[in-house]
């Protein structure tokens, strides 16, 4: 026994740790973050509407601020997006980063509850496929329900119906995905 | 396969096999002669048993010819000695004792080895054949090992039922200290520089560091044999599937002020092929190194320095990168998965990850008197992660999750017999973390920054009493974590935790040793696990299974007690059986619970799991079978049934392997001319459905169950006393389309289909 007491020494230095503070984390810059998505529609025969959606602390945090928005029955509407990242300052702007890489990137719209709205695009990229962030509105008659706005990174554009706006073929991964209730009175 | 010189003489004509050999086997330490050392003639079938004065005699061999012995003694590492004969000649082997491990229900990486020491060199045999594959996929091989896939190329181990922070990874002694956490994170350690893959599934693990909950996967490098000489071998695999070219070499050198092998390994695989289509980015590269150098000094301390250096870069299937739910619903309903491209391609692009681990382990084994020895090691490794996502504006270029682990590691060992026959073990083992994420990334770390300081003492005794044996150990261990997160809203800032954890641990074991050759094990532990880092702070996006995940830093330990019975019935050399059930209940056991709430992020809805805790029962059985009908014919079975339940939410854990069983035949031809040891070898497994899992446990059912037949040819060459040896491994014989509940890629694509690994391998 008192030859393993003699060991003990031997056994303790390897308990002493050599450790000085470690340094806080860098907070990283979270450039690629989208936290705001705008749908701005004007018209010349109604006030301009602003759908947004906001969710400055990225996922999880807070809950994201979605603003709704009242259009006009029977009216062409002029419809342009703007993606940014407001948890910088100064904000960034994404829409951008889209316009660069505009073969990879398609905007996708969807209506659901019997909305009457009719969404076409209104641009194109170097191939000639549409992007989606000039798009055209139409409204119809009056009633309430949802929009949802996808936009999907690398897409496969030349897919069956997907130039037409027909998600189901695009593929790739979705970027943005938010929904808006939408009136139309 | 041969690690040496061989049979060559065969061809020669008029030589005398008269000689003799004689030697005696001690122990190194105290001189003490060994009884029931077992000394076999490597690539001959001839044996011996030393007598109780540790001598044996080997008759009838051949003059000029260099014979290898592989000697081996309970509780010794077996080790290879290289003898060349001119005359009747005597040896003497001297045997270093290492530690009694009869205690645990060992099964070593050869299924059909019932032998209960650790370590046999034959099983470096069966590593190499298809070190192409991860460590994980040979592990496999083994009954109640499973594999949890992410893809082709990922793999990590299930030992009965539990994966993860669970399993204690032991790379050359010292705890491996990578990301295990993740699914998608497989062991950072080259197949090739494996001599030994040992899965000890008892619960008396207890002098191995580490977290299990009581198995540990042990990756062992033997011992530099003493031999004359430059000594190696030259390996190199072809795999039809994925054109894939995997090189080794190794060399190594005996000489008695110092000795040394080097290995390296060099893995380049493309994409794979499902029967019907490219599973495309799924290629892999590995570039792998190790130097081990062993010196003894004043004959009574060994010192052993091992440095290795593991890198890979593996792609991860591109049609299984999703953004959100709608995505992967997407995804599911396809007859080939998005971005399948029609040509193969060695080329790797996002998702992808790039590893690299090193790891240096200084041993040191100092002899004192009476057969008493101190052990100090140290072993300090670096892990360097970086995940790779598909980005926007030329952000794939940085990594998407970047995470260097520093760890340090410090073992003291003690070992003394005592009393009659028994043995008593004394560990303290300390280990330090330290993990740092890399801002580059851009985006918030899926798991903070944090070290960890842990210690532990640990005592193990071991008694035999005639036929009986038993052992008895326990730990104590303490772990502290301090964290540094950073907050989830805004303003970003840091947040500090931290947590103590006390671990204790018991085992106790019995052995049995009837007298017709039959014994029977039991095992009973005790054990408690801390909760790892991501089990308390992750938070994220989970790529590929699109869930938003969430630690829980009010988690508290794991509890869990497991029985572990084994029993193996052996007929002379004619058939064996070996069978182990287990039953292990978790208190406080850990897991992802869905919220059946949504977390709205700009992607869309996400589901939302949380580390909970519930109390678990796993319990299972593996057997296996082998009939040697003759010399020639030998059948063999093995099954393996694992259950888990969530006693408290009345269902089933999630990724428990379904019940499995495999059977092979094999067919031993007789030696022609310069074609030795050539064997057919014939392989059916089938895998049941696993359907005990409730519907909304998972995005898909489980997919059926399949049956897969294999087929495998192996030979020697001998050519002017050079030694080739040829093994032809066909997978997946049909080209069955299928699906495996244990690949996390099942919602994208179906499994690799037939492949065709072709090993070459030359010793000198």
Not at chain 1, 103 to 113: L, M, S, T, W, Y
Not at chain 2, 74 to 83: K, R, S, Y
Request: hydrophobic share 35%; with cysteine; glycine share 8%.
């Amino acid at each position: 026994m008192i030859q393993i007491l003699r060991l003990l020494p031997v056994m303790i230095i390897g308990l002493l740790f050599v450790s000085c503070e470690k340094d806080d984390p860098i907070i990283p810059n979270e450039e690629e973050l989208i936290t705001t998505v705008v749908y701005t529609l004007v018209s010349d025969s109604a006030p301009t509407v602003t759908f947004e959606f906001k969710d400055l602390d990225g996922d999880g945090g807070n809950a994201p601020m979605i603003t709704s928005g009242i259009l006009q029955a029977n009216t062409e509407y002029t419809g342009s997006l703007t993606l940014s990242n407001d948890s910088e300052d100064p904000s960034e702007d994404i829409t951008s980063e889209i316009t660069e890489e505009d073969d990879e990137h398609q905007f996708f719209f969807a209506v659901d509850g019997g909305l009457d709205l009719s969404i076409d695009y209104d641009d194109q990229d170097g191939d000639g496929n549409p992007i989606g962030l000039k798009t055209k509105a139409t409204t119809g008659q009056a009633g309430t329900g949802n929009l949802t706005v996808t936009l999907r990174h690398e897409p496969t554009k030349s897919a069956d119906g997907v130039s037409d706006g027909l998600i189901a073929n695009a593929g790739g991964e979705t970027d943005i995905e938010v929904t808006f209730i939408v009136t139309i009175e | 396969m041969v690690l040496g010189l061989a049979l060559w003489h065969v061809e020669l004509v008029g030589q005398s096999c008269l000689y003799r050999l004689t030697g005696q086997v001690v122990d190194q330490a105290s001189r003490q002669p060994l009884e029931f050392a077992t000394i076999m003639v490597m690539d001959e079938d001839l044996g011996e048993v030393t007598g109780q004065d540790g001598r044996f005699e080997i008759n009838n061999l051949c003059s000029s010819h260099s014979y290898r012995l592989q000697v081996s003694h309970i509780g010794c590492e077996p080790q290879l000695v290289e003898v060349l004969l001119h005359s009747d000649t005597t040896i003497v082997i001297e045997m270093e004792h290492t530690s009694y491990k009869l205690e645990d229900v060992v099964v070593q990486g050869k299924s059909n080895d019932y032998s209960t020491e650790i370590g046999s060199n034959i099983q470096k045999e069966d590593i190499v054949h298809s070190s192409n594959e991860n460590l994980s996929d040979l592990l496999s091989t083994i009954e109640g090992v499973s594999v949890l896939k992410s893809g082709s190329g990922i793999s990590k181990p299930i030992v009965h039922g539990l994966f993860g922070n669970r399993i204690g990874i032991l790379n050359n002694g010292i705890p491996q200290a990578g990301q295990q956490w993740g699914n998608d994170h497989a062991p950072e350690i080259d197949a090739f520089s494996a001599d030994e893959l040992t899965v000890v599934k008892g619960s008396s693990a207890l002098a191995y560091a580490g977290t299990s909950l009581g198995s540990v996967v042990k990756v062992n490098m033997s011992k530099i044999s003493q031999r004359e000489g430059i000594h190696g071998q030259l390996n190199y695999i072809f795999q039809t599937n994925g054109l894939g070219h995997t090189g080794n070499i190794e060399i190594e050198e005996y000489k008695p002020q110092l000795a040394w092998r080097l290995k390296s390994t060099i893995k380049h695989i493309g994409d794979r092929k499902s029967p019907d289509y490219y599973l495309t980015n799924t290629g892999q590269r590995e570039k792998n190194l190790s130097l081990q150098l062993e010196k003894t000094m004043f004959d009574h301390w060994q010192s052993t320095l091992y440095y290795s250096l593991f890198s890979t870069e593996t792609g991860i299937l591109r049609g299984a990168h999703v953004g959100n739910l709608t995505d992967l619903e997407s995804a599911i309903g396809r007859s080939e998965p998005y971005f399948t491209s029609d040509e193969f391609s060695y080329s790797i692009a996002p998702p992808r990850q790039e590893v690299v681990h090193h790891l240096l382990k200084w041993q040191n084994k100092y002899f004192l008197k009476d057969n008493r020895w101190l052990e100090v090691n140290y072993g300090g490794q670096i892990n360097s992660r970086k995940e790779f996502d598909v980005r926007r504006s030329g952000r794939s270029e940085f990594p998407a999750m970047r995470m260097k682990l520093w760890s340090h590691y410090f073992e003291q060992l003690y070992h003394q017999p005592i009393w009659k026959d028994g043995e008593l073990k004394i560990g303290l083992q300390e280990m330090m973390l330290d993990n740092t994420n890399h801002p580059e990334t851009g985006i918030l770390p899926l798991i903070p920054d944090y070290r960890s300081y842990s210690g532990a003492g640990y005592a193990l005794i071991e008694k035999s009493i005639n036929q009986w044996f038993f052992d008895f150990g326990s730990r104590w261990s303490v772990k502290k974590m301090d964290v540094q997160a950073i907050s989830r809203t805004l303003p970003r800032e840091i947040e500090y935790f931290d947590h103590f954890f006390l671990q204790s641990a018991f085992s106790v074991g019995g052995r049995y040793h009837w007298m017709d050759g039959q014994e029977s094990k039991l095992n009973l532990g005790f054990m408690k696990r801390p909760p790892e880092v991501n089990e308390l702070y992750s938070f994220g996006l989970h790529q590929g299974v699109s869930g938003i995940e969430m630690g829980d830093p009010n988690l508290s330990m794991e509890e869990s007690w497991k029985a572990t019975l084994g029993h193996r019935w052996q007929q002379s050399s004619s058939w064996s059986i070996n069978v182990v059930g287990y039953s292990q209940w978790v208190k406080n056991f850990i897991y992802l619970q869905p919220l059946n709430e949504y977390e709205l992020t700009i992607r869309g809805a996400f589901p939302v799991f949380e580390y909970s805790q519930t109390n678990a029962h796993i319990y299972g059985l593996d057997a296996d079978a082998s009939w040697h009908l003759n010399t020639y014919h030998t059948v063999a079975l093995t099954a393996s049934i694992v259950r888990g339940d969530d006693i408290q939410n009345g269902n089933s854990l999630v990724y428990i392997p379904a019940d499995n069983l495999t059977a092979t035949y094999r067919y031993q031809l007789a030696d022609h001319r310069r074609w030795q040891k050539s064997y057919i070898e014939i392989k059916g497994q089938y895998v049941f459905e696993q359907n005990r899992l409730d519907l909304d446990q998972d995005y898909l059912p489980p997919p059926p169950g399949y049956f897969l037949m294999g087929l495998e040819l192996g030979s020697n060459l001998v050519i002017g006393g050079q030694r080739f040896n040829i093994h032809l491994d066909i997978q997946n014989l049909t080209n069955t389309k299928y699906r495996d509940y244990l690949n996390r890629q099942r919602y994208y694509a179906d499994e690799v289909g037939i492949n065709a690994n072709l090993s070459l391998q030359y010793s000198f």
